[in-house]
């Protein structure tokens, strides 16, 4: 009984475990980079957790493509641009205003004030029966 105990809290203790990023940098500067740009970037699965702290397998593979970018010497906003090209405006916590945001801002507004006119509208005048 002691051994399939054992076992068992073996089996469950190894699922706790989450994988690190074990990363070889150049230098200190390409390090404090990678985690600033793990930071600012937005896992596309998790959605409002950034890249560095999320364990979905495409945050893991975004982490590996953001290391191997500054390898190959790429700038911060390089590598931003690039991951913006990839996975859209949604990576990045500060999206650009472009008419498609606009419009997510204005057509609620514009709504809300739509409702409100239908509300308080003034009544209309009911036109007595001898009068055209």
Request: one cysteine or more.
């Amino acid at each position: 009984m002691k051994k399939i105990t054992a076992l068992l809290l073996l089996l469950f203790s190894i699922s706790t475990f989450s994988a690190i990023d074990a990363f070889n940098f150049q230098s200190d500067q390409q390090e404090s980079d990678y985690h600033q740009l793990t930071q600012q970037l937005r896992c596309p699965q998790c959605q409002n957790n950034n890249i560095a702290d999320s364990n979905a397998t495409i945050a893991v593979d975004m982490r590996a493509k953001v290391f191997e970018l500054l390898q190959a010497g790429k700038t911060k906003q390089e590598i931003v641009d690039y991951m913006v090209q990839r996975y859209g405006h949604f990576v990045t916590y500060d999206p650009p205003l472009t008419p498609a945001t606009i419009m997510l801002w204005l057509i609620p507004a514009l709504l809300f004030l739509g409702g409100l006119f239908i509300v308080f509208r003034p009544p209309k005048k009911k036109q007595q029966a001898g009068e055209k």
